[in-house]
């Protein structure tokens, strides 16, 4: 079975709540392990990372919109992180950076 999320969270731009997320969004990050992959990725113009673990057949999109907004999209029971990575693209990003 595949079961996709998506979670938008409005972090009030509290740095405790966006640590977790900016740390692997370095332009330069990749890290390879067996099965997989984390990497930093540039979505619609907007910082990301980009999680792939073939073991667990489950991928990870995370993007920051406007130093503020987290969009993550998790995927389960997928072969890649294409599913994950359509489910963010198909947000409308920019808009999103507008709201005040």
Excluded: C
């Excluded at 640590?19 to 910082?47: C, H, L, N």
């Amino acid at each position: 079975d595949r079961v996709i999320d998506l979670e938008i969270i409005d972090s009030g731009m509290n740095p405790v709540v966006l640590m977790p997320q900016t740390m692997f969004m370095g332009q330069s990050y990749s890290e390879r392990f067996d099965e997989g992959y984390r990497k930093a990725v540039t979505i619609a113009g907007f910082p990301a990372y980009e999680t792939w673990d073939g073991n667990w057949q489950r991928a990870e999109v995370v993007v920051l919109v406007a130093k503020r907004f987290i969009v993550q999209a998790t995927a389960q029971g997928v072969d890649n992180a294409d599913a994950a990575r359509a489910l963010v693209t198909a947000v409308n990003l920019s808009s999103l950076a507008t709201v005040k």
